[in-house]
C-alpha cells in the first residue's frame, strides 16, 4: 500500500511549481503540451524530484517497443477501479515527461508509466516500482536505438534483484532472457507475430528452434517459460484456467494481447480480472490511434504503425480489399532518420488495396512497394490522396511523426 503523504521538501515543491509555470507557457505559446521542458526545468532544479514524486504511490512501469502506450492506457483504465491513477497517457515517456506527469497526480494512489525501453532501467531505480510490464523487443529507430539483444542486456541488468513483480510476455524470448534475472516474475503468453529479431538465442548465440508456439534453444536449453496467463482467441485464461472474455473497441489481436498483459498487472493489485477486463472496454481511442474521423466527406481510420513489428500488426487488422489505404512515412528525429526497416516490412500483405503515398519520405516508401510489385500513387499531401482515393471508408497508416501530421490536418 502506499503510504501517507510525505509533504514535498521545499526545493521539490519549488521545481514542481516551476516545472508547471514552463509548462503552461510553451502551451500558450501554441508548442505542445510543455510537458517534456517543464520536466526538464523541475528535474534541473530537483534531480531527485521523480523519485521523490513516486514514493507515495503504488507504480506499475509498462515498457516494450509496440503497445506500451495503448497498455499503459488500459492498465489504468483497470486500476481505477481500486482507486485514483495518475499516467503519462500522451506517451511523454522519458524522464522529463514522466516526472512532469507525476507532478500532476499528487492525490493518485497509482502511478502508471509508460517508458522508454532505453530508460526503463533508470526510471525503475528511480521509482521503486510494485509492478513492470514487460510486452516486446524488436527493431525500431536504428539510428538511435541500442541492437534489440543490447537492449535486452540493458533490462537484464536493470531489472536483476528488483522487488517488482515483472509481468513479461514469454512468447517473446528477448523478453524472456531480460526477465529472467527478476527473482519474481508472471508470465503471460501473449504471443508474438514478428518474429525476426529472435531467430537467434539471445543467451547463447545458437538457433532458436520454434515449433508450433513454442520456442528454445537447441544448444543451451534456454526455452519458452511456461505461461500463468494466456490470450487464447478472445478470451483472457486466468492462472486458476477460467477464460474471461475480452470486449474491447480496440481493434486487432494485438490489442487483445495487450489487455491480457493488462488483466495480469491489475492482478497484482487485487483488481479482478472480469473487473478489469470490463473497464477496458471504455478505451475507445488512445491519442487518436484507431480513432474514425471525417475528412472532406470521407471516413478516415487512423493507424499509427512505426517499424516492422508494429505494421505487421496494422496490417492484419485494416479492412478487406478494395479498401484504399494510404501510407505515409517520415524521417524527423522522433521516427529515426534510418528509413532501412521499410525492407523489413512485407508490402505483398497489401495487394488488392489502392495504395496511395505520402510524407516526408514518400519516394523511399514508393521504391520499397515498387519491389513489393504494389500498384499505388505518390501523392503531394493527405487532401490530395483523399480526392484520388476510390469510394469507402479509408485506412490511414503512418509512422510517428507523420501520424502528428496527419492529426493536425484533419483536426484531431
Not at 376 to 389: G, I, K, R, S, W
Request: charged share 20%.
Amino acid at each position: 500500500m502506499a503510504g501517507n503523504s510525505d509533504p514535498l521538501s521545499p526545493r521539490a515543491k519549488l521545481a514542481v511549481t516551476a516545472g508547471k509555470a514552463v509548462a503552461a507557457a510553451s502551451r500558450a505559446a501554441g508548442r505542445g503540451s510543455g510537458s517534456v521542458i517543464g520536466g526538464r526545468v523541475a528535474l534541473k532544479l530537483d534531480p531527485d524530484l521523480l523519485g521523490r514524486l513516486a514514493q507515495n504511490l503504488d507504480v506499475v512501469l509498462v515498457s516494450a517497443t509496440n503497445g506500451k502506450t495503448t497498455t499503459t492506457r488500459l492498465i489504468a483504465e483497470a486500476l481505477r477501479a481500486a482507486g485514483p491513477v495518475v499516467s503519462n497517457a500522451l506517451g511523454a515517456n522519458m524522464p522529463a515527461g514522466i516526472t512532469s506527469a507525476l507532478a500532476g497526480g499528487t492525490e493518485s494512489k497509482f502511478g502508471v508509466i509508460e517508458v522508454d525501453e532505453k530508460y526503463l532501467a533508470g526510471v525503475a531505480r528511480d521509482t521503486s516500482p510494485k509492478c513492470i510490464a514487460l510486452l516486446n523487443l524488436s527493431r525500431d529507430q536504428l539510428d538511435r536505438a541500442a541492437e534489440t539483444r543490447m537492449l535486452a542486456e540493458n533490462w537484464r541488468e536493470g531489472l536483476a534483484g528488483s522487488k517488482a513483480v515483472v509481468v513479461a510476455n514469454c512468447d517473446d524470448p528477448l523478453v524472456v532472457w531480460a526477465a529472467s534475472s527478476s527473482p519474481n516474475v508472471v508470465w503471460v503468453a501473449a504471443g508474438q507475430m514478428w518474429k525476426d529479431d529472435a531467430w537467434s538465442c539471445p543467451s547463447c548465440g545458437g538457433v532458436m528452434q520454434r515449433p508450433g508456439d513454442d520456442w528454445f534453444c537447441g544448444e543451451c536449453g534456454f526455452r519458452r517459460p511456461t505461461p500463468s496467463w494466456a490470450l487464447s482467441g478472445d478470451h483472457v485464461l486466468d492462472p486458476h484456467g477460467s477464460a474471461w472474455p475480452i470486449h474491447l473497441q480496440l481493434p486487432g489481436r494485438a490489442n487483445k494481447a495487450n489487455a491480457a498483459s493488462s488483466a495480469a498487472v491489475a492482478a497484482v493489485f487485487g483488481v479482478p480480472p472480469q473487473v478489469a477486463l470490463e473497464r477496458m472496454y471504455q478505451v475507445q481511442a488512445v491519442a487518436g490511434r484507431y480513432d474514425v474521423v471525417q475528412f472532406q466527406n470521407r471516413d478516415l481510420r487512423l493507424l499509427l504503425a512505426k517499424n516492422p513489428a508494429g505494421w505487421l500488426e496494422t496490417f492484419s487488422l485494416i479492412d478487406p480489399p478494395p479498401t484504399p489505404v494510404i501510407l505515409s512515412v517520415n524521417a524527423r528525429g522522433a521516427d529515426g532518420t534510418d528509413t532501412s526497416w521499410l525492407w523489413d516490412v512485407d508490402y505483398t500483405r497489401l495487394t488488392g488495396h489502392p495504395i496511395f503515398v505520402i510524407g516526408d519520405r514518400k519516394l523511399d516508401l514508393a521504391v520499397r512497394l515498387e519491389v513489393a510489385n504494389q500498384h499505388f500513387q505518390v501523392c503531394e499531401n493527405l487532401d490530395q490522396a483523399v480526392q484520388q482515393a476510390p469510394p469507402g471508408r479509408i485506412e490511414v497508416i503512418a509512422n510517428y511523426t507523420a501520424f502528428q501530421d496527419l492529426r493536425r490536418r484533419v483536426g484531431n
